[in-house]
């Protein structure tokens, strides 16, 4: 066993169990984040689905033009009416 293992181990023995709780949820984070780091294509294959965020331009939603599928366009587009809020300059 290593030397930190072992140092680890032993003030596992004396903590209270609410040190212990926050000790693993915080080794459980550090170990996600390891793995995420390591496997960055899984990060991109859950992202693809989610919408762009960055540049909020226009112009970033060109590529969206002329796409809507369905026959709610009416009706959507009055319930982003009747809920917008006013803008102040």
Known sequence: ???I??????AIETAPESILEQT??????LKAKEQKSQ???LEALK???EP???GSKAKDL???AKTWQGDD??????LVYDTRSQTEF
Not at 5 to 10: E, F, G, N, T, V
């Open 47 to 49: 992202k693809e689905g």
């Open 5 to 10: 293992k072992a140092q680890l181990l032993a």
């Open 62 to 64: 060109l590529k969206f």
């Open 73 to 78: 366009f009416e009706e959507c587009l009055q």
């Open 39 to 41: 496997n960055p294509s």
């Open 52 to 54: 762009i965020l960055r």
């Open 24 to 29: 693993l949820n915080y080794l459980e984070y």
């Open 1 to 3: 066993m290593t030397s």
